[in-house]
């Protein structure tokens, strides 16, 4: 509250906190479903490798020195004062950090596949072939990540949180209805990173 008064009508918080519940509800739907048909496709030491090279790429994302999450602050200061030119400054500086930081992983990631097999010798042989662009797509699907998290700290700011655990859940299940498509026709590894690919395209796009 701020002076006696709500800062957001009871509506649109309660539309806030139903739409996150069904964000929070789908990730865990999909999970249940997907995680094990994944093992089932691959099998668990393809899976295990999976598991491993995404753990790799997602400790990364400290790389954005907490850019993310602290530009929604300077967003809502801008907003607060109706200052176009600051908002604009701040959306302009957080994008053209996080590409930066993004060009930078992704150089990190192509030495990484490069050299994946001689730092971990005991990966498949059916992927050492392979891991060398592995790596830099997933490093590429997290950049995307980045950018998008830019946009939906604008429409947070300004309580549309529907807006954005809609286009969190519509990608949630693009991103599952590719990746059960792209194992069933037995693309393996490089069709579960065109899956996740395509529903952060979506993500950014939309």
């Not at 048909?37 to 020195?65: E, K, P, Q, R, T």
């Not at 949630?172 to 194992?183: G, N, Y």
Request: with cysteine; net charge negative.
């Amino acid at each position: 509250m701020k002076g006696g008064r709500l800062i957001v009508s009871r509506g649109v918080f309660t539309r806030n906190l139903f739409s996150n519940w069904a964000s929070l509800l789908c990730d865990v739907a999909v999970a249940i479903f997907l995680t094990p048909f994944i093992i089932h496709s691959l099998g668990l030491a393809l899976y295990g490798v999976w598991s491993f090279v995404n753990s790799i790429i997602g400790a990364m994302g400290i790389a954005d020195f907490g850019i993310r999450g602290s530009t929604q602050r300077f967003i809502n200061q801008a907003i607060a004062h109706s200052d176009d030119d600051e908002l604009n400054e701040v959306v302009s500086t957080a994008t053209t950090f996080l590409t930066l930081i993004s060009l930078f992983l992704i150089a990190v990631s192509l030495l990484l596949g490069a050299y994946f097999t001689d730092l971990f010798p005991k990966t498949p042989r059916e992927l050492e072939d392979i891991m060398v662009i592995v790596t830099p797509l997933l490093a590429l699907n997290l950049s995307i990540t980045f950018i998008t998290s830019v946009h939906e700290n604008i429409l947070m700011s300004i309580e549309r949180f529907e807006v954005v655990n809609g286009i969190r859940i519509t990608s949630l299940f693009l991103r599952t209805a590719l990746v059960v498509w792209m194992l069933l026709d037995g693309y393996g590894f490089l069709g579960l990173i065109a899956a996740s690919l395509a529903a952060s395209v979506y993500s950014l796009a939309v």
